[in-house]
């Protein structure tokens, strides 16, 4: 319920003269024609508001977490949170996982339950889920009167007014407390303020020797509360009736934190890190969170100015690529509507256009104060395709469109894959990769063909071994002539190459040895047993021949290749296949499941363990060959409701049918095959 949360709070506020729902297509954040046939948001949206003469800056983030991206660059330009619960529903595995990434923040962050007109909303049993998931003080501002069909409204417990359902076309407005709900809200304002006394001791003295706070103290104790993580503030309502959101406005309005009371990381010229505290009476710097290409206004930057205040044609400085910058139009955004403005101020946000480079994570600043914001902090993509285009005319075009999406959308990677000869994109899940490309496919005209990526497997030896190998070729003049002999042995698992010189006696000569160096490593790219790179090798030449004539750098190359590749059969060499980290967040009924599933993919379980809420985190080693389709599968296993991360882990070795049937792929594929 966000977009519709979003047009009830743009609407109450004056800014829209109509709410819409989703479904109609209307919506001011859910604008684009993908996210008007899905009927979900897939991007994050921006628009500003009033409220009591206070500016608002505020996103509306998509839910899936195939658009995870999207969040994490609100994230990085917000001060503060509003979680949108489910009054039926509930706690859900997005809950849990973003809460977790704003811990890392320390953002500060309230509760709304909404929907609580829906059969089923339970308010008292939501926040006490909430208590025993995060083992935190949630703290109702805001309680329901009744819920389901007998929903009324909300009432505020510092304002002490009731909030009575309306016509949704109506603003909310206050009203006196129903008489059957005034012994209840004595009972929680008094749990309220118990909980505000604890945001400064000031407070709590006062409480201690009267027992009670005034409205203006207890604000401020939820204030300082809310910023400081003690407590976190839940406020309800419906906002398809567009009810609850007044008093949710009025609290956030008092308890958000402004950008003045919160400082950015940053690094100085000499990559120090620094503190840079939000002012507008300093040099200009900004740093530029999002990037969208629009097909009218083209590329735009989506910037938060970090200090002073940034005019149109101000000239700036961007260190991420060592460059100058000139800005020329600043706008506000509505949505899609773009406003011009002359300046923006410190803690405001915005959008630049036509910035040609700057992208996103860039900090532009004035020449005087050389800053860099931190980065981003994104997921690695969980989700791979090999791709090409369906002809050759269509190579440009394709890879004009994906780049320009990499652009836009920094969990969406495309890269080439040398080894593997093919182009891999990956992003956050099937739906996150399929809504992508059905985007330039009906852009462009282009039916993509798409495969599963081939796994970079590698190779490796097991036992030491040595070799003697002889170059000789004559060909009229100058022959070609070298002798080595070589010893290799295994390395740790990652230490990649180790070249040792023990030659004693200059039998070959020290110029020779970058060419026995080359020869190794053009060796170890080609493979022994199935083309894959060899890895984990230490080559030693102890010993050899040269030739005052015939010998040369070439020819101790070619000398150093034929050695490894006669001593790989003695070497006891092996397939390597990359292992990764998988960590699985679902609910405990689809434990089981999810472990043999696991099993049957070669899988080892390292942990499982429970995170409250009767959901578990599973982590477990899984090869990256039996994870192709592991969206599909854990979502067939789950009903869409789990979610993962993977990041690589390390090599292990392969053998028997599982290293019969790459090593058989490979022959396939090597050109003479095909």
Request: some cysteine; aromatic content about 8%; overall charge negative.
């Amino acid at each position: 319920g966000k977009t519709t949360l979003l047009d009830q709070i743009l609407f109450n506020s004056g800014i829209i003269q109509k709410a819409e729902l989703p479904e109609t297509g209307r919506t001011v954040s859910d604008y684009t024609d993908e996210e008007k046939f899905n009927k979900f948001s897939i991007y994050t949206t921006l628009s500003n508001f009033i409220w009591k003469d206070c500016k608002f800056n505020i996103f509306d983030t998509p839910g899936s977490p195939d658009f995870i991206g999207e969040v994490v660059e609100a994230f990085r330009a917000a001060e503060s949170t509003i979680m949108v619960i489910d009054g039926k529903n509930g706690i859900e595995i997005e809950t849990i996982k973003l809460w977790r990434r704003l811990d890392k923040r320390k953002m500060p962050r309230a509760i709304f339950i909404n929907k609580m007109d829906m059969d089923g909303a339970d308010y008292y049993k939501i926040i006490s889920e909430l208590e025993a998931q995060f083992n935190l003080n949630f703290v109702p501002v805001t309680m329901p009167m009744g819920s389901g069909n007998d929903y009324s409204g909300v009432i505020n417990l510092i304002e002490q007014k009731a909030y009575l359902t309306h016509d949704s076309k109506e603003k909310d407005k206050q009203g006196e407390i129903p008489s059957e709900y005034l012994e209840i809200v004595k009972e929680k304002r008094e749990q309220m303020i118990e909980l505000a006394a604890e945001g400064e001791d000031a407070l709590i003295e006062k409480f201690f020797e009267e027992g009670v706070l005034d409205e203006d103290e207890i604000r401020k104790g939820l204030t300082i509360g809310m910023r400081t993580l003690k407590v976190i503030p839940v406020l309800c309502g419906s906002s398809e009736l567009n009810n609850g959101i007044a008093s949710l406005l009025n609290f956030m309005t008092v308890a958000a934190p402004s950008p003045f009371d919160l400082h950015e990381v940053a690094y100085d010229e000499k990559g120090n890190e620094m503190i840079v505290d939000l002012a507008p009476d300093k040099d200009v710097s900004l740093f530029s969170f999002k990037t969208k290409i629009d097909q009218f206004a083209g590329k735009l930057s989506f910037v938060k100015v970090i200090t002073g205040t940034l005019d149109h044609d101000t000239e700036l400085v961007n260190p991420n690529k060592n460059a100058k910058e000139k800005v020329h139009k600043i706008f506000t955004v509505e949505g899609k509507d773009l406003k011009e403005t002359q300046n923006l101020s410190a803690g405001d946000i915005g959008v630049l256009a036509k910035q040609t480079n700057l992208e996103t994570n860039d900090t532009l600043c004035s020449p005087n104060f050389t800053v860099k914001y931190h980065n981003l902090r994104l997921p690695q993509p969980v989700y791979s395709l090999s791709i090409k285009a369906d002809s050759k005319k269509n190579e440009d075009k394709l890879a004009d469109a994906l780049h320009k999406v990499a652009e836009q959308d920094r969990t969406f990677i495309i890269r080439y894959n040398p080894e593997t000869k093919e182009t891999v994109i990956s992003g956050m899940g099937e739906l996150h990769i399929r809504i992508i490309l059905e985007n330039i496919t009906k852009k462009l005209n282009v039916e993509p063909i798409l495969e599963p990526p081939k796994i970079a497997y590698r190779e490796a030896i097991t036992q030491k071994a040595e070799a003697e190998f002889s170059h000789k070729k004559q060909s009229g003049g100058h022959g070609q002539y070298a002798k080595v002999l070589m010893r290799f042995e295994p390395l740790e698992r990652g230490k990649v190459f180790e070249f040792s010189n023990e030659i004693k006696g200059g039998s070959v000569s020290r110029g020779y040895l970058p060419g026995v160096e080359k020869g190794i490593r053009e060796a170890m790219e080609e493979g022994y047993i199935a083309g894959y790179p060899i890895v984990d090798l230490k080559a030693t030449i102890y010993d050899g021949k040269e030739h005052p004539v015939d010998s040369s750098e070439m020819a101790f190359k070619l000398a150093a290749k034929g050695a490894l590749k006669s001593a790989m059969e003695s070497a006891r060499p092996v397939l390597l296949e990359p292992i990764c980290i998988v960590k699985i967040l679902a609910e405990e009924k689809f434990l089981g499941d999810i472990l043999s599933d696991i099993s049957s993919k070669r899988g080892k379980v390292l942990t499982q363990t429970p995170v409250g809420g009767n959901i578990f985190e599973i982590d477990a080693e899984i090869a990256q060959a039996e994870l192709q389709k592991y969206s599909a599968d854990l979502k067939a296993i789950t009903s869409g409701t789990a979610s993962f991360e993977i990041e690589f882990s390390h090599y292990e070795s392969i053998s028997g049918k599982i290293a019969d049937k790459v090593i058989e792929a490979a022959k396939i594929h090597t050109p003479e095959h095909v």
